[in-house]
């Protein structure tokens, strides 16, 4: 709780990293299927890849409210 600063910079480099991966296997799977236009047709996604999108909003969600919670913290500081 006292490094909230350092959790948002660790929540954004997560979100960078999972948008990066989640590139990566798209293309590997573009390129697997030889084009992009039968990339559907051919390739079909598994599980991993759903849960690196759960993951990566729930990231995104915890970034959010860490962010929240250090307003209000600085908003409680005001007050004093």
């Known amino acids: 709780y ?3 600063i350092k959790q948002m910079k660790i929540c954004a480099l ?12 798209i293309l ?10 039968s990339c559907l047709q051919s390739v079909s996604i598994n599980s991993g890849f759903y849960m690196e999108i759960a993951s990566l ?19 409680a500081d005001r007050l004093r």
């Open 28 to 37: 590997a799977g573009a390129l697997i299927a030889g084009s992009v236009g």
């Open 57 to 75: 909003i729930f990231v995104m969600a915890a970034r959010h409210y860490i962010r929240k919670d250090e307003a209000l913290v600085r908003s």
């Open 2 to 4: 006292m490094n909230r």
């Open 14 to 25: 997560s979100v960078f990293l999972y948008s990066i991966t989640i590139a990566l296997q």
